[in-house]
Nanobody, 120 residues
Framework: QVFLVESGGGLVQAGGSLRLSCAAS????????MGWFRQAPGKEREFVAA????????RYGDSVKGRFTISRDNSKNTVYLQMNSLKPEDTAVYYC?????????????WGQGTQVTVSS
């Protein structure tokens, strides 16, 4: 079993920044990709970002390109999401994910989510 715990969510004004963290524990092994999805009220879950095990590959959803940056520290089994120039439409619950497949749209493991609220 794998456990993912997110932190760093909160309330921020439009134009501000937040940094989310997600620590993985349990039988993670190595070689896995990690990522972030989000879901706003009344909307479908949306892909945000993913990063490969080596950090050499990253990909982003179109709505966050150029504003968000994903990174990871394998020594800490942790992935980060630096969110800059936040907009009210970024308001959502953000979920950390883990999967062996970097391109997975339905990752195997999910965290419990952390709320991000951007005020206008």
């Amino acid at each position: 079993q794998v456990f993912l715990v997110e932190s760093g969510g909160g309330l921020v004004q439009a134009g501000g920044s937040l940094r989310l963290s997600c620590a993985a524990s349990g039988r993670t092994g190595s070689g896995y990709a990690m990522g972030w999805f989000r879901q706003a009220p009344g909307k479908e879950r949306e892909f945000v970002a993913a990063i490969s095990w080596s950090s050499r590959s990253t990909r982003y959803g179109d709505s966050v390109k150029g504003r968000f940056t994903i990174s990871r520290d394998n020594s800490k089994n942790t992935v980060y999401l630096q969110m800059n120039s936040l907009k009210p439409e970024d308001t959502a619950v953000y979920y950390c994910t883990l999967d062996i497949n970097y391109y997975s749209n339905y990752p195997t493991y999910w965290g419990q989510g952390t709320q991000v609220t951007v005020s206008s």
